[in-house]
Every structure is written in structure tokens, then in C-alpha cells.
């Protein structure tokens, strides 16, 4: 009997214990959970819209596209710099330090340029930027590993991207004027740009079980202000 009573006694104070530290009555459930969501959280991908959050629907087709190859891809307004920033910041620290891909058009393309900075304040790289269409695009910081920028020499609306102090990576600027259906507009929806786009976020990601498919190099490339584009 005094076996017994010691066992309930035991149980109680066990029972008391967890509760006054706020275990749950199933921690392996929320363990798993989060293992599943740092399994699935491949690295940062952001795209930002233009301006007036009216145009850049090719950015919200690229997410979709992506969102197929199991990447999720936030897609914000190009005044949402610090919001988009603090993200980065949180989830870096919360899943571990993995790539961070930013991409932009028009007003967004500025955007991220200015995200970028905020990184290198952090000593955070950023693995891969693609600038669409940029109207008044800062230099680009050294923490900026790849950056490729679509402008228009001529017959459009948008600007060459230059290298910023310290800038060690590898920037290309894509002229797409030669394309005459092609303007700041629609761009960004450009059907052999989004796929060099896709092909190289999930490159950059290292997802598995994906072929990349080659695409053809983008159209006219102005050597004045670059080396040569990838495919």
C-alpha cells in the first residue's frame, strides 16, 4: 500500500513538474514538424514587383513554376525593402544559413539592390540576384556572388547595373532591345528569361531530381558593360 501511494505521489509531482515548465504532453510531435519545415526551406527565395504592384505578373508565374519544383518563393511589393530584409534575417537564423536568391523588376529590381546592402551590413551573401529592367539601380555590393541584370540599351526603359566598391563577383548585363515585341512592361515576362531564371534558382538551391534544361543564351549582349551571359 505505502509502494503504491509513493508510485501516485511520484506521478503527481512529475505531472506538476511539466506544467510549471510548459512542456506539452507530445514535444516529439513539434520536433518533427519543425524538422519537416527546415527539410522543406531550401533558402530565401525573393522576388519583388514593380511599381504600383500592377505590373511584374511574370515574377508571379516564375513562383508558380517554382512552387511545382517544391520551392516556395515570397513574392513582395518593392516598398516592403525592410519587411523583406527582416524575413531573410529570421529565417536564416531559424533553419540555418542557406542561399539567398533575390530577383526584381522594374521599381522591385531597385529593391533588392538596396536588400543587398542591408545583408552586407550582416555579412550575408547573396548567392544569386537577377535585376529586371532596373530604372535607377544602386552599384551593386561585393556580398552579391552572381548578378545578372536585364536592361535596354535602346527602344525600352531600363538601366545597366555597375559594380559596386569591393565587388568580386560575376556580373552580366543582358541588353534585351533587340527584341522589339520585348519592353520594361512585360519583360519580366519573357518566356527564355523566366526559364534561365528557373534553371538557375534551382541550380544555386542543389535541388535533387531535376534535370536543367539548356536554353539558348538570351538575345543581343552588350559587351561595354559585362562579359559574356550564361545560357
Known sequence: ?????????????????????????????VSAEETAKRSRFKGDVVLVRGGFNVFSEGLDTIAGKLAKKGIEARVYRHREVET???????????????????????????????????????RMKVRYMVTIAATNPDPAPRNIQKLTNYYFKKNGWGEPVRAGAGFRGNLKNIDMSSKSEVHHFNVDE???????????????LRVKKYAQ???????????????????
Open 213 to 231: 534544361q539548356k536554353s539558348n543564351s538570351l538575345i543581343t549582349y552588350s559587351a561595354a558593360v559585362g562579359t559574356r551571359p550564361a545560357g
Open 1 to 29: 500500500m505505502a509502494g503504491q501511494l509513493r508510485t501516485v505521489i511520484l506521478r503527481m509531482l512529475t505531472v506538476g513538474l511539466i506544467s510549471i515548465l510548459g512542456w506539452t504532453a507530445s514535444p516529439g510531435l
Open 84 to 122: 523583406i530584409f527582416k524575413s531573410i534575417l529570421t529565417n536564416q537564423k531559424k533553419f540555418g544559413r542557406r542561399p539567398i536568391i533575390l530577383v526584381g523588376h522594374s521599381w522591385g529590381a531597385n529593391a533588392i539592390l538596396r536588400v543587398a546592402e542591408k545583408l552586407k551590413k550582416r
Open 190 to 204: 519573357h518566356p527564355k528569361l523566366q526559364s534561365q531564371i528557373i534553371n538557375n534558382v534551382v541550380r544555386f
